[in-house]
Nanobody
Framework: QVQVVESGGGLVQPGGSLRLSCAASGFTFSNYVMSWHRQAPGKERELVAIMAAAGTTNYADSVKGRFTISRDNAKNMVYLQMNNLKPEDTAVYYC???????????WGQGTQVTVSS
């Protein structure tokens, strides 16, 4: 019923930009906390950016000033604008959704981002 699907990944050179998209369905989008995580091979999944239902945002120190999370409640979409990409940003990026005051988290399938020259 609940579905979260990422898209927009690809290959980009260092210093380049990408915008990831996350399409959500099956729930009241405006009542959910939306977030982006990433996982590189051999590493733990880490939080990249999070946006509360009210619109407040937080970012990992490693991406602060370069990445921006946003949401369009009318379209049930969340985005991650990634600028000035670095090789260490290479990972599979996952979109997730959690209802306010709930411990249940719904994950997308992930989209690959590769930053290489």
């Amino acid at each position: 019923q609940v579905q979260v699907v990422e898209s927009g990944g690809g290959l980009v050179q260092p210093g380049g930009s990408l915008r990831l998209s996350c399409a959500a369905s099956g729930f009241t989008f405006s009542n959910y906390v939306m977030s982006w995580h990433r996982q590189a091979p051999g590493k733990e999944r880490e939080l990249v950016a999070i946006m509360a239902a009210a619109g407040t945002t937080n970012y990992a120190d490693s991406v602060k000033g370069r990445f921006t999370i946003s949401r369009d409640n009318a379209k049930n979409m969340v985005y991650l604008q990634m600028n000035n990409l670095k090789p260490e940003d290479t990972a599979v990026y996952y979109c997730s959704a959690r209802r306010v005051a709930s411990i249940n988290v719904y994950w997308g399938q992930g989209t690959q981002v590769t930053v290489s020259s």
